[in-house]
Structures are given as structure tokens and as C-alpha cells.
């Protein structure tokens, strides 16, 4: 919880819907299922020059 309103590092979202993960991580796959609700399709992280990692979500149609 910050400020009231509940949120989830965008690392984290990449870890769990990275397109190229398998379902070998039985912890991924159940996060995956619980979040479920956000009606992501996959996201793509990204190290940017900045040095900092930017996290790219795609949500599905």
C-alpha cells in the first residue's frame, strides 16, 4: 500500500509476464494466474542507457 492505493513494482509485472518465460517457475505461474484481473498480455524489460530498467506492458485487446 502507498497512499491509500495498493501497487506492484513494474520489475516484478516483468518478471512475471516476460514473454520468454516458461512455466517451469510454478511461483510465476500462480502470481500470473492471481493478477489475472490486470488483462496483461505480456510485458518486455528493458535496460536503458539511463541505467535505470524501463518495463514496456502490453495489455490485451
Known sequence: MKNGASSINAL?????F???ADDSDQER???EKHLEF???KQ???????DGN???FVEFND
Open 38 to 40: 490486470l488483462d496483461i
Open 18 to 20: 516476460e514473454v520468454y
Open 12 to 16: 516484478v509485472l516483468a518478471y512475471l
Open 53 to 55: 530498467m524501463h518495463v
Open 29 to 31: 505461474v500462480e502470481w
Open 43 to 49: 510485458t518486455t524489460g528493458i535496460g536503458g542507457i
